[in-house]
């Protein structure tokens, strides 16, 4: 069995030229991005992802399968992988083309860009489930959101009394309209943080990054995980421009609510070690006032 361990760069280098003859490795540095594989940049034009464990090997094969799947169908770049194999026993590496663009989190979405999002979204609604998950992707039932609201609520008193959050806020959580399940289920990237998007200079999106997390199941998922990457704002006008309905951006507003309120209460209790600048701009954008919010929560 293979320790669980960090490849060192020279690994890393000597992986890429031996899956690619002639590949520049004059510059091997980690991105820093962590999660269930160690991301490294190799000179200027690849990125070499290494598995750390058994589950994020297969979530990576898969991860390769499935951008190869959607490449050409969903209207927005994707890494397409040059190289692929294991790094060491049991552990799976991806050598990928490096995209152009900066992360959402260092420039904003402008106008073009969320043209570029509303066309993602229709067009992974278009993707046959059944292509998707006979790739691996799992399904996954709708969050139950009764219990999310509970566990958010409790999470803002315990923000607020620590003065990273305005109770008057409070109002916003219980958007009206919003659904407990949205239908039918289609193909999500179900992790749309800025820091998987990225932005050219002209606006347009230029990648989508890190499809590991892939599900077949709500699609309010991705319009939540523009809400706290884009704002709420922009993530319903995209989410409208898409075709989702009242009840369906409610709940998406609703998730991105929770889920900000919950990881940063549990940032603070040191249960996570996400950068808490991050996750205070996170909460920021989730909980901008839209015009699905009641008149009092605004």
């Known amino acids: 069995m293979t320790e669980e361990r960090l490849p060192a760069a020279a690994e890393v280098a000597l992986l890429a030229q031996d899956a690619v003859p002639g590949v520049d490795v004059a510059d091997v540095r980690p991105i820093g991005e962590g999660g269930d594989h160690a991301s490294w940049w190799v000179g200027t034009e690849h990125v070499a992802r290494c598995a750390l464990d058994r589950g994020g090997s297969e979530r990576l094969r898969r991860e390769v399968a499935l951008r190869a799947l959607v490449g050409d169908r969903i209207g927005v770049p994707v890494p397409r992988s040059v190289a692929s194999g294991e790094w060491a026993r049991g552990r799976a590496f991806t050598l990928d083309a490096r995209l152009d663009g900066v992360s959402a989190e260092l420039r904003p979405v402008p106008a073009a860009g969320e043209a570029d999002l509303t066309r993602m979204l229709v067009l992974l609604a278009e993707v046959p489930v059944a292509d998707a998950e006979a790739l691996g992707v799992p399904p996954e039932a709708p969050r139950n959101m009764p219990g999310l609201l509970r566990r958010a609520a409790a999470a803002a008193e315990s923000v607020a009394a620590r003065g990273e959050f305005d ?105 996570d070690d996400s950068p808490l600048p991050l996750l205070r701009a996170q909460l920021r954008r989730a909980w901008e006032p839209t015009s699905l919010d009641a008149p009092h929560s605004a």
């Open 167 to 271: 109770a008057a806020w409070l109002p916003r959580l219980d958007v009206p309209a919003a659904e407990a399940a949205t239908a039918p289920g289609t193909l999500v990237h179900n992790d749309l943080k800025g820091e998987h998007l990225l932005v050219a200079g002209d606006g347009r999106i230029s990648g989508v990054l890190d499809w590991t997390d892939a599900v077949t199941g709500d699609a309010a998922e991705d319009v939540a995980g523009l809400a706290i990457s884009v704002g709420a704002v922009a993530a319903v006008r995209v989410a409208e421009a898409a075709g989702f309905g009242p009840g369906a951006c409610a709940r998406a507003l609703q998730l991105s609510r929770c889920d900000t309120l919950t990881l940063l209460s549990d940032r603070l209790r040191g249960l």
